[in-house]
């Protein structure tokens, strides 16, 4: 699974990009030069091997986090999961996770309230498990537009934050929401 989702984000991401307007600076196939460095990279981010970054991809942003105990549950959800952890970081994404995951529970009658740690856990995942048990693939469809509905907000704001950002929020809403 986590292999076609490289191969998408990749496809998405493209090539070495140095926007001015980026504060991660120099990219290629969507690492930025920091992450690169700091996982042994020493190049230049022109010449950043594809199996590189997808080395990267699968350590970082599926692995660390663990989304691939994720993937057996719910694999749209951990997919969804995975591409926000690229673009915002593990802990947001697992932040996104558990702060839809709460409002769903019912006041707490499905499964108790999670700490919005941003780890997905497994407290976070046995959530996970109880709400698609009770709502099933409808759930999950939901749950994904929950998730989606927490990411473009953050778009939004970061734009209005720091307008230089807005040269990349059309490409972040049409590319990673929904």
Not at 70 to 98: C, K
């Amino acid at each position: 699974m986590i292999e076609q989702q490289i191969d998408e984000l990749i496809a998405r991401e493209g090539g070495y990009v140095n926007h001015p307007a980026d504060r991660g600076g120099p990219t290629r196939w969507g690492i930025t030069e920091a992450v690169a460095r700091a996982h042994g990279y020493a190049g230049p981010m022109r010449e950043l091997p594809r199996v590189e970054a997808e080395a990267i991809y699968r350590r970082l942003y599926w692995l660390r986090p663990g989304y691939d105990r994720i993937a057996p549950i719910a694999p749209r959800i951990a997919a969804e999961l995975f591409d926000t952890a690229v673009n915002m970081g593990a802990g947001v994404a697992g932040g996104f996770l558990q702060r839809a995951l709460n409002p769903l529970n019912r006041n707490a009658r499905d499964y108790p309230d999670l700490a919005v740690d941003g780890q997905a856990g497994a407290k976070t995942r046995a959530a996970l498990s109880a709400f698609l048990k009770l709502r099933g693939a409808s759930g999950e469809g939901v749950l994904l537009t929950a998730l989606n509905a927490l990411q473009g907000e953050r778009y939004i704001r970061l734009a209005e934050q720091r307008p230089a950002n807005e040269a990349f929020v059309y490409g972040w809403l049409a590319a990673r929401v929904g």
